[in-house]
């Protein structure tokens, strides 16, 4: 079947440490987006990639990069510049960026807390 | 620019009573409209969306919305709650899809 996996699903990551979260799918969706989810306040982009080896910065995405080597994979490394890291992050993918939008397909999450 | 508010951060129903979530948008291009549910520690999943065409959608487990564009509002409905439907449900527009803020649904038996 098709989709998006997120792993791993709970992280513990020290502070000053860097952490990658990976994302893969395998729907050959185009786009691909990171969210940071908070409780309360909603889910916030951090960034998204409408194309390989290309990507864009969201509303939050200092303290945060990214990289588009592949179509399938989105990867999101938390810095040691993101203040407050602790959040559960969404990984998200869609088939077309600028024509008919079927919405997005979700990965499961990674939660993330620093110690 | 796209934004989306949703009234309520907690709705609580009694189980077989009506789900009335409130979603409403502001938009500067016709709205591609959707409606997500997350269960905890889960991604999210699409309920139902509205682009183009007939204003009342159907989703999944029984949820539909309606697309009234002089209210400019996209509220989720479902006739008879059910215990499995607790969960935290988002409204979004689309465009790098903007989300609300998310209303946690509590079913009381």
């Known amino acids: 079947d098709g989709g998006i996996t997120q792993s791993p699903k709970y992280l513990f990551r020290k502070e000053g440490q860097n952490v990658t979260l990976s994302c893969e799918q395998n729907l050959n969706h185009d786009a691909m987006y990171w969210y940071r989810q908070d409780p309360g306040q909603g889910l916030r982009l951090i960034y998204y990639s409408q194309i390989v080896n290309d990507f864009q910065k969201g509303d939050i995405a200092e303290g945060y990069s990214v990289s588009r080597e592949k179509k399938e994979s989105f990867p999101l490394t938390v810095t040691s510049a993101q203040k407050n890291p602790t959040a559960f992050y969404l990984c998200?993918?869609?088939?077309?960026?600028?024509?008919?939008?079927?919405?997005?397909?979700f990965g499961s999450g990674t939660r993330l807390t620093v110690v | 620019a796209q934004s989306v508010t949703q009234l309520g951060s907690h709705v609580s129903v009694s189980e077989g009573a009506l789900v009335l979530l409130r979603c409403n948008y502001s938009?500067?291009?016709?709205?591609?409209l959707f409606w997500y549910v997350q269960y905890p520690n889960q991604g999210l999943q699409l309920l139902l969306k509205?682009?183009?065409?007939?204003?009342l959608v159907k989703g999944i487990n029984g949820f539909e919305a309606e697309f009234k564009k002089s209210e400019t509002s996209f509220h989720l409905t479902k006739p008879s709650a059910h215990m499995s439907d607790a969960a935290e449900y988002f409204c979004?527009?689309?465009?790098?899809?903007?989300f609300g803020k998310g209303t946690r649904l509590h079913i009381l038996p």
């Open positions: 998200a993918s869609r088939a077309d960026a600028q024509g008919i939008d079927y919405g997005y397909t």
């Open positions: 938009s500067s291009v016709p709205p591609y």
């Open positions: 509205y682009t183009t065409g007939a204003t």
């Open positions: 979004a527009v689309r465009d790098k899809i903007i």
